[in-house]
């Protein structure tokens, strides 16, 4: 069993920073591939960056690029996501996940991760 815990969402105005961390507890390991996802109104869950752990590897997608820095810290158990220049349209729940299994150096969709938390809110406002 893995637990995992996000925390970090709030409200901020359009071009600010937020950063989300995501506490793993439990039987952890190393070697998961972790991920954010998020979840705006009415959308369907995407994906916002991945990182392997097993190499520090990590992928993200276009619209969050250059914009969104994943980043990983075994030794306390906890991911995290650095988001800069945020938008509006970042507005969303974002979910950490988890998942024994390496999906590879791109996307990867949520039901390939069996660990999930409860999510941390995100609002940008205009």
């Known amino acids: 069993q893995v637990q995992l815990v996000e925390s970090g969402g709030g409200l901020v105005q359009a071009g600010g920073s937020l950063r989300l961390s995501c506490a793993a507890s439990?039987?952890?390991?190393?070697?998961?591939?972790m991920a954010w996802f998020r979840q705006g109104p009415g959308k369907e869950r995407d994906l916002v960056a991945r990182?392997?752990?097993?190499?520090?590897?990590?992928y993200q997608p276009d619209s969050v690029k250059g914009r969104f820095i994943i980043s990983g810290d075994n030794t306390k158990n906890t991911m995290y996501l650095q988001m800069n220049s945020l938008k509006p349209e970042d507005t969303a729940l974002y979910y950490c996940?988890?998942?024994?299994?390496?999906?590879?150096?791109?996307?990867?969709?949520?039901?390939?991760?069996?660990?999930w938390g409860q999510g941390t809110q995100v609002t940008v406002s205009s």
């Open positions: 439990g039987r952890t390991a190393s070697r998961y591939d």
């Open positions: 990182i392997y752990l097993g190499d520090g590897s990590t």
């Open positions: 996940a988890a998942d024994r299994l390496y999906k590879g150096y791109d996307y990867a969709s949520p039901d390939e991760y069996e660990y």
